[in-house]
C-alpha cells in the first residue's frame, strides 16, 4: 500500500508550520491550514515504473500526496474517478467550441462533497475523533452523516431550517442528528460552535480543519490526468466556500513541484448568485478579503454562503492566475439547468446551471474566447435539489402572472 508523504501542516498567510500528528483546527491567524508532502519522494512513486498505471481508481489513486497515513483508515464509498465529459450541444448553445463539463454528480451521495469528506472523516478518525459535527447548506452534511457511518463515527449535522427535505432525509438515512437552524449555514456554523462544547464533537466545518481541502484538490489532480497531463485555458467553479478552487490551485502548485506539470496555469472563474455575491463584489473592489453578505438569497443552496473562511485564498487564486469572477441571477441559472439535461442528458443542480450561464456573459467580456478549451464544473446531481428547484419555478410563474395581470 501507498505510504502517505505527508510532513506537517501550514498556515498559507504567514508561512507558521504546525506537527502534522496532532488534531488542528485554524491557524493561530484564524486562516485555514494546509498540509505539506515530501514531493520528491512522491514523484519518485509516481515516475517509477508504471507510474499511475497500476493505480486503482478513484481517490485514494492518489494516496501519497494526501493526509492519511494508515490504510485502515482510508474510507472510501466509491468517491472520486468522475468524467471529463465532452458537450457540444450546449458548448454551441453558449458559445465555446471546447466545452468540457467534469461531472461530480455522480460521486457518493450525488456530489463532490464526498471527496473532501472522505478525506476530513478519514484523518479525523486515524487521530482518534468518533464524533463529528458540520454546518451545512445540504450536501456536505449528507456526505459527512455517510463517511461516519462508514467509519462507526457518530454525526451531527446543523442546517437551516429551509433546506429542501431531501438533504434532512438523507443524513438522517445514515444515522446522524439534524439539527435544524434558522438563517443561513452561517447561522448554522454559530449554532454548531455554540454547542459544540457541550456536544463533545470535532467540527469539520469547510476549511476550519485541514483535510476537506485536501480531499477536494484530487479533482484538479484528476482532472491533469484525465487531460495527459495538460491543463484547460480555464475552469469554471461554482463557488460557496471555495474549498475546491483553492484545493485544485494547491494541487496544480505540488504536481508542478512534482515535475508532473510546467509553470502554466488555466485563469480560475468563480462564479456566484447576484442573491448572494461576495466574492465577486470583494475581486471588483481589489479587496483581499470578503465582506458578510447580506440577505443572502438563491435557489442555488450551495452558493447560499454569506461569508466563507478561505476568503483570503480564493481571491489570491483567481488573481495569481489572471482569472475572474462571475455572478448571475436565478433566472438564468435554472434556464441552463434545463439545457444542461435536454442539451446533454445530464439532471444538474442549480450550481451546474450556475456555471454554465456565466459563459455567454464571459465570452462578452472578453474573458472566455470561443475557442478556448474550457472546463466546468458540475458539482452535484439535481435529484435532492428537486423540491427546491420546484418552488422555484413556481413561485416565479406565480409572480410572472401576477405581474402580467398588473400590466394588463
Known amino acids: 500500500m501507498l505510504e502517505s508523504t505527508l510532513t506537517e501542516l501550514y498556515c498559507p498567510r504567514t508561512g507558521t508550520t ?38 486503482p481508481a478513484g481517490l485514494w489513486r492518489y494516496a501519497d ?45 450525488g456530489s463532490f462533497k464526498a471527496r473532501g469528506l472522505c478525506i476530513a472523516v478519514s484523518r479525523a478518525v486515524e487521530l482518534g475523533i468518533d464524533s463529528l459535527a458540520i454546518p451545512t447548506a445540504g450536501n456536505a452534511g449528507g456526505a459527512m452523516a455517510a463517511y461516519a457511518a462508514r467509519a462507526g463515527a457518530t454525526a ?21 442528528k439534524v439539527v435544524r437552524v434558522a438563517g443561513l449555514i452561517t447561522d448554522a456554523g454559530a449554532q454548531l460552535a455554540n454547542d459544540k462544547k457541550a ?64 509553470a502554466e496555469r488555466p485563469r480560475m472563474i468563480a462564479v456566484q448568485s447576484t442573491g448572494c455575491a461576495p466574492v465577486i463584489r470583494a475581486f471588483e473592489a481589489g479587496d483581499k478579503s470578503v465582506q458578510p453578505w447580506t440577505d443572502a438569497q438563491t435557489v442555488a443552496d450551495g452558493l447560499r454562503v454569506p461569508m466563507m473562511v478561505g476568503d483570503q485564498e480564493i481571491l489570491r487564486a483567481l488573481r495569481e492566475s489572471s482569472g475572474t469572477a462571475i455572478a448571475v441571477p436565478d433566472e438564468e441559472t435554472m434556464e441552463f439547468v434545463h439545457h444542461l439535461g435536454t442539451d446533454e442528458g445530464i439532471y444538474g443542480s442549480p450550481e451546474d446551471g ?50 402580467a395581470r398588473i400590466e394588463s
Open 18 to 55: 504546525y506537527e502534522a500528528d496532532k488534531i488542528h483546527t485554524l491557524s493561530d491567524v484564524g486562516g485555514p491550514l494546509y498540509s505539506r508532502y515530501d514531493l520528491e519522494t512522491a514523484a519518485t512513486n509516481w515516475q517509477e515504473g508504471a507510474g499511475l498505471t497500476n493505480r
Open 65 to 109: 500526496i494526501l493526509p492519511v497515513r494508515d490504510p485502515h483508515f482510508r474510507l472510501t464509498l466509491g468517491e472520486g474517478g468522475t468524467p471529463l465529459l465532452s458537450a457540444p450541444r450546449v458548448g454551441k448553445r453558449v458559445g465555446v467550441a471546447n466545452l468540457l463539463l467534469k461531472d461530480e454528480g455522480i460521486n457518493p451521495t
Open 156 to 176: 451531527t449535522v446543523y442546517m437551516p431550517d429551509d433546506a429542501p427535505g431531501e438533504f434532512v432525509d438523507e443524513c438522517e438515512g445514515f444515522g446522524a
Open 199 to 262: 456536544g463533545g464533537f470535532f467540527s469539520v466545518a469547510t476549511l476550519k480543519e485541514p483535510y476537506r481541502v485536501e480531499g477536494k484538490k484530487t479533482m484538479g489532480i484528476e482532472l491533469v490526468e484525465q487531460m495527459g497531463w495538460k491543463l484547460p485555458d480555464a475552469i469554471i467553479y461554482p463557488t460557496g466556500g471555495g474549498t475546491g478552487l483553492v484545493g485544485m490551485w494547491k494541487a496544480f502548485d505540488e504536481l508542478e513541484a512534482m515535475g508532473c506539470i510546467g
Open 354 to 403: 450556475a456555471t454554465l450561464a456565466a459563459i455567454p456573459h464571459l465570452l462578452a467580456r472578453s474573458d472566455l474566447d470561443k475557442d478556448e478549451t474550457v472546463v466546468s464544473f458540475l458539482t452535484g446531481n439535481g435529484y435532492k435539489y428537486r423540491s427546491g428547484m420546484k418552488r422555484f419555478i413556481t413561485e416565479n410563474t406565480a409572480q410572472e402572472v401576477s405581474t
